[in-house]
């Protein structure tokens, strides 16, 4: 299969690389909530070596951040570090947790819905190291949203992730719709 992209789009990689990356990936499993929820979860799933998990969040009941707990682990063995940069702006601000009790996917409390993703590596003898980025969703052509660039680590070096949960740090509930996805591979 040919790659419609050309290879400057892809950062550098050559279509090839691109699709051998891609290639193997399948769903794992997700979760949609039908009405505002305060637990998304626990999605369970064979372990696989890489996971990428897409997030949606509709709203938040009161102003909090979207977070992610593996394994249902709720002890203080995660640490995230996210930075924000406001429309328009070139400053980054940070937003640092060290043993937390969940994985933040931002670093600003808010009410409004987000979108986003992360990047976990997987492996069964290590930390499970995350990368990703998360947005608010404006709704309008004419405002601008705030960039959210995150990473974090889960500190289990005992097991692979097999389940995953999303809540809100704020305490209060997901709105109707929210939901995320799973997607993984194991490399040869």
């Known amino acids: 299969m040919t790659s419609r992209y050309p290879d400057s789009s892809l950062g550098g990689y050559s279509n090839s690389q691109f699709d051998q990356f891609a290639k193997g990936m399948e769903y794992l499993g997700g979760a949609e909530a039908n009405a505002a929820v305060a637990t998304l979860g626990p999605v369970v799933f064979r372990p696989r070596d890489m996971l990428f998990i897409m997030v949606r969040v509709t709203s938040l009941s009161v102003a909090g951040i ?3 707990r593996f394994n249902d682990d709720a002890g203080a063995n995660y640490w995230d570090r ?3 940069a406001a429309a328009g702006g ?4 940070e ?3 060290q043993s937390g009790t969940s994985l933040r996917l931002g670093g600003v409390a808010a009410t409004t819905g987000k979108v986003g993703m992360a990047v976990v590596m997987n492996d069964l003898a290590s930390t499970k190291n995350v990368i ?3 947005t608010t969703i404006t709704a ?3 405002v ?4 959210q660039i995150l ?3 889960w500190g289990d070096t005992t097991e692979q992730i097999e389940a995953v949960s999303m809540f809100s740090t704020g305490g209060g509930t997901l709105g109707a719709d929210s939901g995320f996805g799973i997607f993984g591979k194991d490399f040869p």
């Not at 070139?90 to 601000?93: E, I, K, R, S």
């Open 66 to 68: 979207p977070a992610l």
């Open 82 to 84: 996210n930075l924000t």
């Open 90 to 93: 070139a400053t980054f601000a």
């Open 95 to 97: 937003s640092t947790v």
């Open 132 to 134: 990703g980025e998360m």
């Open 140 to 142: 309008s052509a004419t």
């Open 144 to 147: 601008i949203s705030a960039l």
């Open 151 to 153: 990473s974090g680590e």
